[in-house]
T-cell receptor
Framework: GAGVSQTPSNKVTEKGKYVELRCDPISGHTALYWYRQSLGQGPEFLIYFQGTGAADDSGLPNDRFFAVRPEGSVSTLKIQRTERGDSAVYLC????????????FGPGTRLTVL | SQQGEEDPQALSIQEGENATMNCSYKTSINNLQWYRQNSGRGLVHLILIRSNEREKHSGRLRVTLDTSKKSSSLLITASRAADTASYFCATVHSGYSTLTFGKGTMLLVSP
């Protein structure tokens, strides 16, 4: 079966622009997570969805970051007024929804803000 | 913030040798997970050990957990060049369902 997919794989944008990053989880997985990974670091949690609702958005760095999952499947991470410090690999993961079990990660979107 | 801290930061060994990586964390956990990340590829789950378990095996992997010391170790036996990757421990805090990752150990296995 298909794994977690993310599009685009690479995104280059200019400072101040708006970007959308898409995640398509494994079919049937109710939990979806977004992480951000900077060079030489481990992934840092951004937001977690259970179904359509954001169960935990405590990792979003500021109000320029927003994520949606309107139908409980595909999710979009939206970043407004991008800054150079937003450059990173954005990872999406999904799981079956049972608490504390393994997560399945997508290949990530590499965002570069010039 | 990242809770887990892996040690060493980098490890270089020859094929056939064993590799041991350690992870320490700060607050109580429900479980601890190890992930592998190859260059240019996504994270792959390796093994999960729950807070009431002390040791777990999966193929050439052996994980131990010492909750009194808030530490875990990952042992890869008979390493192969294909094991070259970054290895991350990730913890699930009590009462939460999200993962907190460490900075990782970069493992290089030379043929």
């Amino acid at each position: 079966g298909a794994g977690v997919s993310q599009t685009p794989s690479n995104k280059v944008t200019e400072k101040g622009k708006y970007v959308e990053l898409r995640c398509d989880p494994i079919s049937g997985h109710t939990a979806l997570y977004w992480y951000r990974q900077s060079l030489g670091q481990g992934p840092e949690f951004l937001i977690y969805f259970q179904g359509t609702g954001a169960a935990d958005d405590s990792g979003l760095p500021n109000d320029r970051f927003f994520a949606v999952r309107p139908e409980g499947s595909v999710s979009t991470l939206k970043i407004q007024r991008t800054e150079r410090g937003d450059s990173a690999v954005y990872l999406c993961a999904s799981s079956s929804g049972l608490l504390w079990e393994e997560q399945f990660f997508g290949p990530g979107t590499r965002l570069t803000v010039l | 913030s990242q809770q887990g801290e892996e040690d060493p930061q980098a490890l270089s060994i020859q094929e056939g040798e064993n590799a041991t990586m350690n992870c320490s964390y700060k607050t109580s956990i429900n479980n601890l997970q190890w992930y592998r990340q190859n260059s240019g590829r996504g994270l792959v789950h390796l093994i999960l050990i729950r807070s009431n378990e002390r040791e777990k095996h999966s193929g050439r992997l052996r994980v131990t957990l010492d909750t009194s010391k808030k530490s875990s170790s990952l042992l890869i036996t008979a390493s192969r060049a294909a094991d070259t990757a970054s290895y991350f421990c990730a913890t699930v805090h009590s009462g939460y369902s999200t993962l907190t990752f460490g900075k990782g150990t970069m493992l290089l296995v030379s043929p």
